[in-house]
């Protein structure tokens, strides 16, 4: 039996399912996410930048283009409750935090790796940069300081905070969730989650849950208070690149180089839509207020002839006659 907000939901989609794309970036886009308010989108990309996109009705429309860094621009997030400000993580060794009212760089500071995940802390103070040697830097977001500095001897992959903002979660080249304390940073478990590699850990906005999805293309669910995986969510045949809960925390969005973003009830683990795609997805996230979801693909793949747009920054769950 097919709860009601399973129904509610498949209703929705079923009269607003189209996906538009926009361009947004001259090479692929490595990483999306939406300003606390829903009302921008954030793009970062291989070609070095970052876009930001003012939500309208049913479609993005470009405000400006972010540059400076001189490497790509694999992974960005705002600040969780400004939303004029975001950070952007980059190979070339620096993060740099801007601010969309002035439309400049407020602050750029270096690290001493290329970075590829960054985060920020629930309470807005805090910005971790993780890099390839796996050294997680943790940077005063007022002073722009580094506080703590820790390297690891497994590979770091994606990193964050809990929404309470007292632990420190990092998903490892083990398999493996290790859990530390904050700001003391001590462990406090590690956790066997799967047979391989984890890649991407997301939390839930009521604080319930946290998300895995590992290189083994499963996406494993997990109850926060006692650390104990509740369900798993096995449609994706490839590893799992990234994922993101829906404002509510019912739906799950999860993707891979599988042609399609898995759209799975939390609680029953059921597929509620599948969203197709032509190519490889590497980044989704849910708005924070509307069932609209965000995604980049690979676009340049092969198939296509050169002249497609490369870099275009996705939108789900428009009205179909929009």
Known sequence: MASQ????????????????????????????AWSCDGR??????????????????????????YRGHGDSVDQLCWHPTNPDLFV?????????????????CIATVNTKGENINICWSPDGQTIAVGNKDDVVTFIDAKTHRSKAEEQFKFEVNEISWNNDNDMFFLTNGNGCINILSYPELKPI??????PSNCICI????????????SADALVSLWNLEELVCVRCFSRLDWPVRTLSFSHDGKMLASASEDHFIDIAEVETGEKLW???????????????????LAYACDDKDGKYDNNREAGTVKLFGLPNDS
Request: charged share 25%; glycine share 4%; hydrophobic share 30%.
């Open 274 to 292: 599948e969203v197709q795609c032509d190519s490889p997805t590497f980044t989704v996230a849910w708005h924070p207020k509307r069932p609209l």
């Open 40 to 65: 921008r989108l954030a793009s970062g990309s291989f070609d070095k930048t970052a876009s930001v996109f003012i939500l309208e009705k049913d479609r993005l429309v470009k405000e400006n283009n």
């Open 5 to 32: 907000y399973y129904q509610q939901m498949q209703e929705s989609f079923q009269n607003n399912n189209k996906s538009r794309e926009f361009p947004a970036h001259s090479a692929k886009v490595h990483s999306v």
């Open 202 to 213: 997301k939390f839930d906005p009521t604080g319930k849950y946290f998300a895995i999805g």
């Open 88 to 104: 952007t993580a980059s190979g070339d060794k620096t993060i740099r935090i801007w601010d969309v009212r002035t439309t400049k």
């Open 189 to 194: 478990q590690s956790i066997n989650a799967h």
